[in-house]
């Protein structure tokens, strides 16, 4: 039969993987987020400035 302490100290270690697996979920999840923030701010100074500038923008960067 399992004490008390056996059963509390199985499910930190539970927790404790479950707690690791959320962090990385999260930090992974930030990075994606930072990547669409900046294409969302791309977008909005596109339709700002118009397509005519926003064109000539991209051929800039592309080398076009």
Known sequence: ????ETKLAV???VC???YN??????RDGDKRMTKIEYLLYGVIV???????????????????
């Open 21 to 26: 697996s959320i962090d990385r979920s999260l």
């Open 16 to 18: 404790l993987e479950r």
């Open 46 to 64: 596109c339709v700002l400035f118009g397509p005519g500038v926003a064109g000539e923008l991209l051929k800039k960067v592309l080398g076009i």
């Open 1 to 4: 039969m399992d004490t008390t």
């Open 11 to 13: 499910h930190e270690a």
